[in-house]
């Protein structure tokens, strides 16, 4: 009844403001192996959303950021609220790798 009151604690970022900040953030693809072999951004590391999403601390540091993408914006979007409500540092990239438009394509 009261959902509207929850903190939404996630940030964003559109796929196509991300080229500048290749090579200097972690970014972290989510999608499935066969998906991330069709070609994600340079330095994005696969980690599959099920997997991180079961165990996070295995993967990630508490004190450092993570850029999450996924095809569309869609599995990031909610995989990063639900991280951030564990009090991990998350940026969702909107749009996702079906939506990118620059060259910095792996």
């Given at each position: 009844?009261?959902?509207?009151?929850?903190?939404?604690?996630?940030?964003?970022?559109?796929?196509?403001?991300?080229?500048?900040?290749?090579?200097?953030?972690?970014?972290?693809d989510?999608?499935?192996?066969?998906?991330?072999?069709?070609?994600?951004?340079?330095?994005?590391?696969?980690?599959?959303?099920?997997?991180?999403?079961?165990?996070?601390?295995?993967?990630?540091?508490?004190?450092?950021t993570?850029y999450?993408?996924?095809?569309?914006?869609?599995?990031?979007?909610?995989?990063?609220?639900?991280?951030?409500?564990?009090?991990?540092?998350?940026?969702?990239?909107?749009?996702?790798?079906?939506?990118?438009?620059?060259?910095?394509?792996?």
């Amino acid at each position: 009844m009261l959902n509207f009151l929850k903190r939404d604690l996630s940030k964003v970022i559109n796929v196509n403001d991300m080229d500048s900040l290749i090579g200097k953030v972690e970014i972290i693809d989510i999608r499935e192996p066969y998906e991330y072999r069709g070609g994600s951004l340079r330095t994005a590391k696969n980690i599959p959303m099920g997997n991180l999403a079961a165990n996070p601390e295995k993967y990630f540091a508490k004190d450092k950021t993570y850029y999450i993408i996924c095809q569309s914006g869609a599995r990031s979007g909610m995989l990063t609220r639900i991280l951030a409500k564990q009090g991990f540092s998350v940026i969702n990239v909107a749009g996702g790798i079906g939506s990118y438009v620059g060259t910095k394509r792996s």
